[in-house]
Nanobody, 121 residues
């Protein structure tokens, strides 16, 4: 069984930084794209940043130049470095990964439980 566990969220003042981590565990054979989403209160979940196996990165316009996504396939982890944080970055941050288990022929999508980021003004 595959699990994704996020960490690194917290309360920070505007202009500050946080680094989120997401570690995968289980009977993993291969990992495809890894993505960070966020959801603010009363709003739909939105893509923040994604990274492919070939390290091709994609960012939401609202975070370009401030956030950096990276991955470590040896540690089966994905990270989100968030700088120059703004109050509008507040929300639950969720890790999503497409993973192929050893006993399965296709990739499936898995979500973490989320970590809360609160940016005060």
């Amino acid at each position: 069984q595959v699990q994704l566990v996020e960490s690194g969220g917290g309360l920070v003042q505007a202009g500050g930084s946080l680094r989120l981590s997401c570690a995968a565990s289980g009977t993993i054979y291969s990992i495809d794209d890894m993505t960070w989403y966020r959801q603010a209160p009363g709003k739909q979940r939105e893509l923040v940043a994604s990274i492919t196996r070939d390290a091709i990165r994609n960012y939401a316009d609202s975070v370009k130049g401030r956030f950096t996504i990276s991955r470590d396939d040896l540690k089966i982890s994905v990270y989100l470095q968030m700088n120059s944080l703004k109050p509008e970055d507040t929300g639950g941050y969720y890790c999503y990964a497409r993973i192929k288990e050893r006993s399965v022929s296709r990739y499936a999508g898995y979500w973490g439980q989320g970590t809360q980021v609160t940016v005060s003004s």
